[in-house]
């Protein structure tokens, strides 16, 4: 937009300012699955995912004993 081209051309920082609907709609989220369901039973909402995934069993670099792996 014309305000963001003089902002920039000033060095002054400005951005966009997405509303709520449109960060749960981003394509861009929606491809990293950045947003998981999360439901009580009554409501589900839409929460951000945690910053790692982690994938298999990591068992031995954790140095636990098979009694510590069962526990669960």
Do not use: C
């Amino acid at each position: 937009s014309e305000i963001e081209q003089q902002a920039t051309e000033s060095r002054v920082p400005v951005g966009v300012v997405q509303t709520l609907s449109e960060v749960l709609d981003d394509p861009h989220l929606k491809q990293r699955e950045f947003w998981q369901s999360i439901s009580n039973g009554h409501l589900t909402i839409q929460s951000p995912r945690p910053a790692w995934k982690i994938h298999g069993d990591s068992t031995t670099e954790l140095r636990l004993t098979e009694a510590e792996t069962k526990r669960g």
